[in-house]
């Protein structure tokens, strides 16, 4: 006879409970909501319901994004576009950063900073383009600059809001280990507000891309916008596609770059999420 | 060791001392831990007042006192932590003054090891070690929320100890712990406390814990010391025990009931 535990010789049963948690995870599941879309939209230009002037067929989207490719049209107009956000987010995610810290750590910093941001956050980005090209011209300085102006605000706003809701009690530990203002900053306030950093970036990444269109869609002569304003001229529904794909893909693969970022970097957090 | 004096400053017609005086230079190693006249106010109420108080070097004190008669007060005054708070009096303390809270406060995102060495530079064999002397040798690379509460206590003890204290400032340390953590601690500490030898100031509400942990007793009452009991091989525990519960209005605690609460039978 072999020993093996022994199960419990009466099934126990208890009262089911309702269940208030959403249940476990579906795999891939957020592919479900865009995949039933796009059957929608095959379906319809297969039966012949969606007029193609109205709306290419998927289909035609995908063979004039090869062509594009093929001609080279695509790569140098995404580099265009790739290059403005990259350096709007350059020059805006650091000057945002350093006027959050200034405004967090400083009375006088916050008297002096926190007003104009937050008024330009009540101006529409829009309201400021006839400026800025005034000021600018219609060059790539302008479509930065705007980019940059726009990332800012989010990268202020969720930095500084990380950084005052920073335990007091760990300042009040800093002070007890008499860490320098240089260490202070570096061990507890830049970590304890990387959160809220993380958080403004992934809004800023989406802006970035938002503001972008904007300065494309007025006056360039390269560019994804710049493409896509182009075909309107032509009225070539699937080039404009092509483009609005694009500009969802890498909206999309920024936020995404950014959450793997914030799950590497925020690996000592316990939250709900995880 | 080096002391300094709570520098006396003029503000508003208060004197405020300030805790991070002048150093008066390079002193024996038997400097007492001095208090004299300590005056703390909230408002119009004196929290502390005109308090006298000296801490041998080497001494274990422990601190009693029923809530709000100022025994964090006190241990705040004497860590320097109550800069914006009125007063007057002076405070001599060393140099070197660690102090322990209730909650371990560690940096979250700062691995165990980093959160010992906070703010010391190439301090990491010396973090090790004094991790290890803990007992939490192996766990240099967790993250503090990854630990027991007893066990992020024990890194807040590491923390402290690592910085070699001539005064070693708790309050109420032990008292977010269940109670059979709470007894394993009372043995570290203790054991911490015959090697590195600072001078300790326990702020406790737990009689017991007072008892079992220090060489002298102290009992705060409206500002200042009320009753003092040293703890010596003439007289037993028990006597002590009584004499300091009296001394905190709690009356006669009937042998045999060590918790305080009165009978329920009879």
Redesign the interface.
């Known amino acids: 006879m072999t020993l093996v535990a022994s199960r419990p010789a009466v099934d126990v049963r208890t009262r089911k409970r309702r269940r208030l948690r959403p249940g476990p995870r579906i795999r891939l599941g957020f592919l479900a909501g865009p995949l039933l879309l796009l059957a929608i939209w095959a379906a319809a230009s297969a039966t012949g319901l969606l007029d193609p002037r109205f709306l290419s067929a998927p289909w035609t989207v995908v063979t004039t994004a090869a062509d594009l490719v093929e001609s080279g049209r695509l790569q140098t107009n995404l580099l265009a576009s790739v290059q403005r956000v990259a350096l709007g987010l350059a020059f805006g995610v650091p000057l945002g950063t350093l006027l959050a810290l200034v405004s967090g750590l400083s009375r006088w910093g916050e008297a002096l900073i926190d007003g104009p941001i937050q008024i330009k956050r009540a101006i529409p980005a829009l309201a400021l383009m006839p400026l800025l090209i005034l000021w600018l011209g219609i060059g790539e300085g302008m479509k930065i600059t705007m980019i940059a102006l726009g990332v800012l605000v989010p990268i202020y706003i969720h930095t500084h809001n990380g950084l005052r809701s920073i335990d007091s009690?760990?300042v009040?530990?800093?002070?007890?280990?008499?860490?320098?203002r240089g260490?202070f900053i570096r061990?507890?306030v830049l970590?304890?507000a990387?959160p809220g950093f993380l958080l403004g970036m992934r809004f800023a990444v989406t802006t970035a891309w938002l503001f972008l269109v904007v300065a494309e869609l007025i006056n360039a002569t390269t560019g994804i916008g710049y493409m896509m304003d182009l075909a309107r001229t032509y009225g070539q529904t699937d080039v404009i596609l092509v483009g609005i794909v694009l500009y969802g893909l890498l909206g999309l693969f920024s936020d995404a770059g950014v959450r793997l970022v914030e799950r590497k970097a925020?690996?000592?957090?316990?939250t709900l999420a995880s | 060791m080096a002391t300094h004096a709570g520098e006396l400053s003029r503000k508003e017609g208060v004197v405020v001392a300030t805790h991070a005086g002048e150093l008066s230079g390079k002193e024996g190693a038997g400097e007492p831990i001095r208090v004299k006249g300590l005056t703390r106010l909230y408002g119009e109420r004196a929290v502390l007042d005109g308090l006298d108080l000296e801490i041998a070097p080497g001494e274990f004190v422990a601190l009693l006192g029923q809530s709000g008669s100022g025994k964090s007060t006190l241990l705040r005054a004497l860590?320097?932590?109550d800069g914006d708070v009125a007063g007057t009096g002076l405070v001599e303390v060393p140099e070197q003054?660690?102090?322990v809270?209730q909650?371990a406060?560690l940096?979250?995102?700062?691995r165990v090891l980093d959160n010992v060495i906070?703010?010391l530079d190439g301090a990491v064999e010396r973090g090790r070690q004094s991790l290890a002397e803990v007992g939490l040798a192996g766990r240099e690379r967790a993250?503090?929320?990854e630990l027991s509460g007893g066990e992020q206590q024990r890194v807040a003890l590491a923390?402290s100890l690592v910085?070699e204290p001539r005064l070693l400032l708790a309050d109420e340390p032990f008292g977010a712990l269940d109670a059979l953590t709470r007894l394993k601690m009372h043995g570290l500490l203790r054991r911490l406390f015959e090697e590195h030898r600072p001078a300790v100031l326990l702020v406790t509400h737990d009689v017991d814990e007072a008892i079992a942990l220090a060489d002298r007793v102290l009992v705060l009452d409206h500002g200042r010391i009320a009753a003092e009991q040293r703890l010596d091989a003439a007289r037993s525990a028990t006597e002590v025990r009584s004499e300091l519960l009296r001394a905190l209005g709690v009356g006669e605690v009937p042998a045999g009931r060590r918790d305080g609460r009165p009978h329920r039978d009879g």
């Open positions: 009690r760990y009040e530990l800093a002070e007890t280990v008499d860490l320098g260490a061990k507890v970590p304890g990387l925020l690996s000592w957090r316990r | 860590a320097g932590l003054v660690s102090v809270f909650d406060r940096l979250p995102w700062q906070l703010g993250w503090p929320n923390r910085r």
